[in-house]
């Protein structure tokens, strides 16, 4: 059974840091984080897979770092610079398929649907 537990959430001013992690059990062959804010649809923050294949969402790249401890089984989200635009709930997901080459070689983003397993959330507050 796939459990995913976020944790690292909280409330800082606009330029400020926060880590969030997700560890988790079961494969972890792809993993994402995403995020919610009130009103909007879900969407793909950054996601990397077990071929070490990584994309970000382009209103976070060269802000947001994503990686994953593989002995620990646990996912990370770096965010730095942070905006008032960022406050979303953010939610850790996982995959089986290695698929971030994929979306890509496509040039899609990853789909909430196409994650089966996901975590509860953490909220996210940036105030300017």
Do not use: H
């Amino acid at each position: 059974q796939v459990q995913l537990q976020e944790s690292g959430g909280g409330s800082v001013q606009s330029g400020g840091s926060l880590k969030l992690s997700c560890a988790a059990s079961g494969d972890t062959r792809c993993m994402a984080w995403f995020r919610q804010a009130p009103g909007k649809e879900r969407e793909v923050v950054a996601a990397i897979d077990s071929d070490g294949n990584i994309q970000y969402a382009a209103s976070v790249k060269g802000r947001f770092t994503i990686s994953q401890d593989n002995a620990k089984n646990t996912l990370y989200l770096q965010m730095n610079s942070l905006k008032p635009e960022d406050t979303a709930m953010y939610y850790c997901a996982i995959d089986t398929t290695p698929r971030v080459r994929w979306y890509q070689l496509q040039r899609v983003s990853p789909k909430p649907e196409d994650f089966p397993w996901w975590g509860q959330g953490t909220q996210v507050t940036v105030s300017s």
